[in-house]
């Protein structure tokens, strides 16, 4: 298959470089820590609104894990991925921007709008990434995948660095001003996305409903032959289960990073801004760095080096307070948690662009073609499901033993992940892809 345009490229990527100001701004970094410490507010360890803030992003997640492969299936069948893909563009947009009108103690209010467009942000994740298999042939698919992942970290970076100068600390004081992260982040999805909607093409054929079927039926049926078809496919669904357990570690840090240096570190707000860009600019560079080792060394084997890194990452986090502590006791240094903790961001940055880069990757390469929206929904759906089972879990252990250790939980996730993706055979994963396509041709 030759490379698509650059153009297309460019404009497939913008996605995830518009998208990454949600993910950051609402689930990350500012909006989450305003849930947990000023809507819920209930000090001084924040156990509740740490649990209810899991829980918004597990039902969300729910959902998607729900819809996702249905949706794949109708979109492989119809031709119809850039219109759903704009369904969730539009939802969440708009229900972002209504985050303005959330009040402290407004607590099931601010928990529906995040449910809402947590569930249309992360379908049009799966919907944007179905179109990778469609940009080039195989050995461009990783340094593609980190190209888009790379962009969206540097788009975060941008509209982190906006907003933070722009709207300060996260305080009841500072609310009036703070609640614009909202609007902000809306308006920034919202331009940023445009070049994805004016330049990716929509490829496929669409073929005409049987006689009697309705679209959800054909969905359903759909997903039916898919499920039964990738029996077919063995080390695609090694990969996926390997993908379940990484994507709950990183789900929880995605959701949790701030709000543990906010709760268990007690970083100041200079602190905070800084390790927004650390964390950016090392996911970029590990998204972008680990695509071009992809294309030497196989997604497979960069993909189980990302799981290691996440182990180290996490021990990092954990260990912060030690070591800042034996630093002072044993080398007289005068190292705070927070400076401390800054090591451990440039860790987690750096395994976060690589291991969502490198899975995305190696789920095309062991995708066959005409099935990528279906398998790619798959793919959402274990992940969305990862994310579901990732929360609870942290969300319970937190409120029994506090944030500081349900951190570890993640440490297993991670170790976990790597024993299963040990078992996956690229080359006859991808062998297994040309056989299916070879028999539909």
Not at 39 to 66: E, K
Not at 254 to 269: E, L, M, N, R
């Amino acid at each position: 298959m030759p490379l698509a345009p650059k153009r297309e490229i460019f404009g497939w990527a913008m996605y995830d470089f518009a998208n990454q100001a949600y993910t950051l701004l609402i689930i990350t970094v500012i909006f989450g820590d305003l849930f947990t410490r000023v809507i819920v507010g209930d000090a001084p360890d924040y156990r509740l609104g740490n649990l209810l803030w899991s829980l918004c992003i597990a039902l969300s997640c729910l959902a998607v894990a729900l819809v996702n492969p249905v949706c794949g299936a109708i979109m492989d069948y119809t031709a119809t991925r850039k219109r759903f893909l704009f369904v969730t563009y539009v939802l969440t947009v708009t229900g972002t921007a209504l985050l303005y009108f959330v009040e402290p103690g407004w607590i099931a209010f601010a928990m529906l709008l995040i449910i809402v467009t947590n569930f249309a942000f992360a379908l049009g994740e799966g919907f944007i990434a179905s179109f990778l298999t469609d940009l080039g042939p195989r050995e461009s698919l990783g340094w593609i995948s980190g190209l888009g992942w790379g962009l969206g970290y540097i788009g975060g970076l941008v509209a982190t660095a906006f907003s933070v100068a722009w709207l300060g600390e996260v305080s009841l004081e500072n609310y009036d001003t703070v609640r614009w992260v909202g609007p902000f982040t809306a308006a920034f999805v919202l331009l940023g996305c445009l070049p994805t909607f004016f330049w990716l093409r929509e490829r496929g054929r669409a073929r005409v409903l049987p006689a009697g079927e309705s679209v959800l039926h054909l969905g359903f049926r759909r997903l039916r032959e898919t499920w039964s078809e990738m029996q077919q496919f063995r080390d695609l669904r090694r990969l996926l289960l390997s993908i379940f357990f990484s994507m709950a570690g990183i789900a929880i840090i995605v959701s949790f990073a701030f709000i543990y240096g906010a709760q268990v570190i007690g970083w100041d707000d200079d602190v905070r801004a800084l390790m927004f860009v650390i964390v950016q600019f090392n996911a970029a560079v590990g998204a972008i760095g680990f695509g071009v080792l992809q294309s030497r060394i196989g997604s497979r084997l960069t993909y189980l080096l990302s799981q290691g890194l996440w182990v180290v990452a996490i021990l990092a986090i954990w260990l912060t307070p030690e070591v800042a502590a034996l630093g002072r006791e044993h080398l007289g240094t005068d190292w705070q948690a927070q400076h401390v903790f800054l090591v451990a961001g440039c860790l987690a940055g750096l395994s976060l662009g690589s291991a969502q880069s490198a899975g995305r990757a190696l789920v095309g390469l062991l995708t066959p073609a005409g099935k990528s929206a279906e398998f790619f929904g798959l793919w959402g759906t274990a992940a969305k499901l990862a994310a579901v089972f990732g929360m609870i879990g942290l969300g319970l252990l937190q409120l029994f033993f506090g944030l500081a250790d349900a951190i570890l939980f993640c440490l297993a996730l991670f170790a976990i992940s790597m024993l299963i993706v040990a078992g996956v055979d690229e080359r006859r994963g991808m062998a297994a892809a040309d056989a299916w396509q070879a028999r539909g041709d």
